[in-house]
């Protein structure tokens, strides 16, 4: 089993930047690639970023140059750095663990972009 604890979000203005975490514990050797999701309401849940173990990253095409996905394996946390936020980044972030056949969500946190 893997539980995934978010933190981080809150209100930030227009061009500001705003710093997501998520930290991994029970089978985390299990995991393959983590990833950053988001849903804002009313709209499909989407792909913002995702990162493997071997630091392969990949990013949506909305927030490339803007957001920096990494990993920290020695304490099983990965990190979402969002500069120049925009009022259309505004959602509840997800975290997303990828293990063998199955995937683990956190429960998200919400980021709100707003003058």
């Known amino acids: 089993q893997v539980q995934l604890v978010e933190s981080g979000g809150g209100l930030v203005q227009p061009g500001g930047s705003l710093s997501v975490s998520c930290v991994a514990s029970g089978s985390v050797f299990s995991i393959s690639a983590m990833g950053w999701y988001r849903q804002a309401p009313g709209k499909q849940r989407e792909l913002v970023a995702v990162?493997?173990?071997?630091?392969?990253?990949g990013y949506a095409d909305s927030v490339k140059g803007r957001f920096t996905i990494s990993m920290d394996n020695a304490v099983n946390t990965v990190y979402l750095q969002m500069n120049s936020l925009k009022p259309e980044d505004t959602a509840v972030y997800y975290c997303?663990?990828?293990?063998?056949?199955?995937?683990?969500w956190g429960q998200g946190t919400q980021v709100t972009v707003s003058s």
């Open positions: 997303r663990a990828h293990l063998p056949g199955i995937s683990k």
């Open positions: 990162i493997t173990k071997g630091g392969s990253i």
